[in-house]
């Protein structure tokens, strides 16, 4: 009938202004994202100081876990492969 017929026009009119609106505001704030991210090495982030005694340790445990590792896949590589 020519009321649903209007009621639908009406609905796909309504559904295409939302689409419209949904895009319209994505685009807009998209583009506001700060305009520089800073100056210098790492663009305005100050990494903390790191005493040596730390580096050393983390360094060490890295090279443990490394070797652990290493160890692991040597002696059970073929299960990890499904040999």
Do not use: I, N
Request: overall charge positive; aromatic content about 14%.
């Amino acid at each position: 009938s020519a009321a649903s017929a209007v009621r639908c026009v009406m609905l796909g009119a309504a559904r295409a202004t939302r689409v419209a609106h949904v895009l319209r505001t994505t685009q807009r704030h998209a583009s506001h994202g700060p305009k520089t991210y800073g100056k210098g090495e790492f663009r305005g982030f100050t990494p903390p100081h790191v005493p040596m005694w730390q580096k050393r340790v983390g360094e060490g445990f890295a090279t443990a876990a490394w070797l652990w590792f290493f160890w692991r896949c040597y002696h059970d590589g073929g299960h990890l492969v499904g040999m």
